[in-house]
């Protein structure tokens, strides 16, 4: 393992962490719409990041194991490539698979937590609804189609942060690296 690959993994998530507390500051400092939007837009995209931190360890610490546990296939996926036939007949890879955030996430969990040795169970928390609201909640307001998709009231931000815990809980286990354990979420 690559002192600087590991680096790098630790900038990128304290980056997206430091991002998350500035928005979260200013949302609690103003509470208008901007600063809801702010942050949830900051929230989901460090949720998006740390999905990547995740992949990206499960690929740097699968080297570790002897033998390694992550299937060709699994490796494939986590670096994001997509595969397709060219008309000639020849295999064309690329760097650009279309991965939906909900399904990236718990794959990226699966797997690390598989380099890892940890038990991951996404079927029994109730927050996991709730993290599901969170991705419509950042789609809506990133994607606006009226002007009232903009507004964001208190209980829908109370639920977006029920769903960050979710997220929070879901991660920290196979994040922080530790084996053995066991996560429970109401996953699908």
């Given amino acids: 393992m690559s002192i600087e690959e590991a680096k790098k993994i630790d900038d990128l998530f304290y980056a997206?962490?430091?991002?998350?507390?500035?928005?979260?500051?200013l949302?609690?400092?103003?509470t208008d719409?901007?600063?809801r939007r702010t942050y949830v837009k900051s929230a989901m995209s460090s949720v998006e990041g740390i999905v990547q931190v995740a992949k990206q360890a499960a690929?740097?610490?699968d080297k570790l194991n002897n033998p390694q546990k992550l299937s060709q296939e699994e490796i494939f996926l986590l670096k994001e490539k997509s595969i397709s036939l060219k008309t000639n007949g020849k295999i064309d890879i690329k760097d650009n698979a279309k991965l939906s955030l909900l399904p990236?996430?718990?794959f990226a969990i699966f797997t690390l937590a598989k380099v890892y040795n940890a038990e991951v169970d996404l079927t029994k928390t109730p927050h996991y609804q709730d993290f599901e609201f969170a991705i419509?909640?950042?789609?809506?307001?990133t994607h606006p189609k009226k002007t009232e998709d903009l507004s964001i009231t208190h209980e829908e931000m109370k639920i977006f942060e029920n769903g960050m815990q979710f997220f929070r809980e879901?991660?920290?286990i196979v994040l922080n690296g530790k084996s053995n354990n066991k996560i429970n979420a109401d996953g699908k």
């Avoid at 997206?16 to 500051?25: F, G, K, N, S």
């Avoid at 949302?27 to 103003?30: A, F, I, L, N």
């Fill in 136 to 141: 419509k909640l950042r789609n809506r307001v």
């Fill in 170 to 172: 879901a991660t920290s």
């Fill in 27 to 30: 949302w609690h400092e103003r």
């Fill in 16 to 25: 997206l962490m430091d991002d998350v507390r500035t928005a979260c500051e």
């Fill in 33 to 35: 719409d901007f600063f």
């Fill in 104 to 106: 990236n996430m718990k």
């Fill in 59 to 61: 690929l740097l610490f």
